[in-house]
């Protein structure tokens, strides 16, 4: 299997051929490129006679003026969705509002129901503290009579303790 086996790969490769083990690839497109030397007597030939040119394409106009109709279409359609989008924001300010006002004309009543509510507790509660201050005082009204009336016991001499100054040691 070498260069010289025309049934190896090695060997087609190397001769140039192809064959059942080394087909060609389909999506190639195959040409044949041949040369051929010009004779002297076809070099000398003068040239046919030559096509006059054609009229050179003119040239475009400007884009200037093309920029300008762009530009004043651009600027009206800019001008529409300003209108539009401010009326629609007008929309939603309106639907705002009449949403606002709903829920204002809901949550009144609640507020009203619960200031009347906060109003009983707190009426309540002064209530019980007046009631609770009036049984502090009568307690203490009732013990300051009673250590009126019970005798002064003496009270005990309380000795004290001499303290002693630190030992220092040497």
Do not use: C, W
């Not at 040409?31 to 006679?49: L, N, R």
């Not at 300008?68 to 705002?96: F, H, M, P």
């Not at 009126?148 to 000795?159: N, Q, R, S, V």
């Amino acid at each position: 299997m070498g260069k010289g086996d025309q049934k190896t790969r090695r060997g087609k490769l190397f001769s140039g051929s192809f064959g059942v083990l080394r087909p060609r690839k389909k999506n190639r497109p195959f040409s044949v490129v041949t040369t051929t030397k010009k004779t002297a007597s076809e070099a000398e030939k003068p040239k046919a006679a030559s096509k006059p040119k054609a009229d050179p394409k003119p040239k475009p106009e400007p884009v200037a003026e093309e920029t300008k109709t762009i530009l004043e279409e651009v600027e009206s359609i800019v001008e529409k969705v300003k209108e539009k989008a401010e009326a629609i924001a007008e929309k939603v300010e309106e639907k705002a509002e009449a949403i606002a006002e709903k829920v204002e004309e809901k949550v009144e009543p609640v507020v009203e129901k619960v200031r009347d509510k906060a109003e009983d507790l707190v009426d309540k509660v002064e209530e019980k503290v007046e009631a609770v201050a009036e049984k502090v005082k009568e307690k203490v009204e009732a013990r300051s009579a009673a250590k009126k009336t019970a005798p002064k016991k003496p009270a005990a001499k309380k000795e004290t303790a001499k303290k002693e100054p630190p030992k220092e040691e040497a």
